[in-house]
């Protein structure tokens, strides 16, 4: 008879301390959410710092770009091509700087092809003909369209002087 009350008492026991097990755990759990909240709020508040200070830096480095834009112009003959080196943005600016090599590349074969046939026409051989000024800016759109397409990039050909000859 004894046996009975001991294991009574001894339930009653087990059952209290998984209770406060239990509130144990209610309270570890919810004391742990309210710091994933405050980290979250710390973070968030760090983010917000951390967004404007990137604002200022681009705003100050756009304006030393505008104040002081880089712009290369390319003339060879009636063909101009204009370009803007100056955008905030890397991948726009390097856009343009890459369309400054191939202008420069286009536009010295161009004078390579010019020198040749100047050259066989002086020999009194028939070689084949130079591109014009139109066919070279029309290739040259499509080799630096991205830069065009961003803005960055303008080609321009001068009417031909007909009856006009340039000194």
Do not use: F
């Amino acid at each position: 008879m004894l046996i009975k009350p001991m294991v009574a008492k001894r339930l009653k026991e087990l059952k209290r301390a998984e209770a406060q097990e239990a509130k144990d755990a209610a309270k570890a759990e919810k004391a742990e959410k309210a710091r994933r909240l405050l980290a979250q709020a710390v973070n968030d508040t760090a983010m917000a710092e951390q967004g404007k200070r990137d604002r200022a830096r681009v705003e100050a480095m756009r304006a030393v770009r505008a104040a002081q834009p880089i712009m290369v112009t390319i003339t060879k003959g009636r063909l101009s091509v204009t370009l803007d080196l100056t955008s905030p943005e890397p991948v726009v600016r390097q856009t343009a700087e890459r369309a400054v090599a191939i202008t420069v590349n286009r536009l010295l074969r161009w004078t390579d092809a010019q020198c040749g046939a100047a050259a066989a026409r002086a020999l009194g051989v028939q070689g084949a003909s130079p591109m014009t000024a139109e066919e070279i800016s029309a290739y040259l759109a499509d080799e630096i369209r991205y830069a065009i397409k961003h803005g960055t990039a303008q080609i321009s050909v001068a009417p031909e002087m007909k009856g006009k000859r340039r000194k």
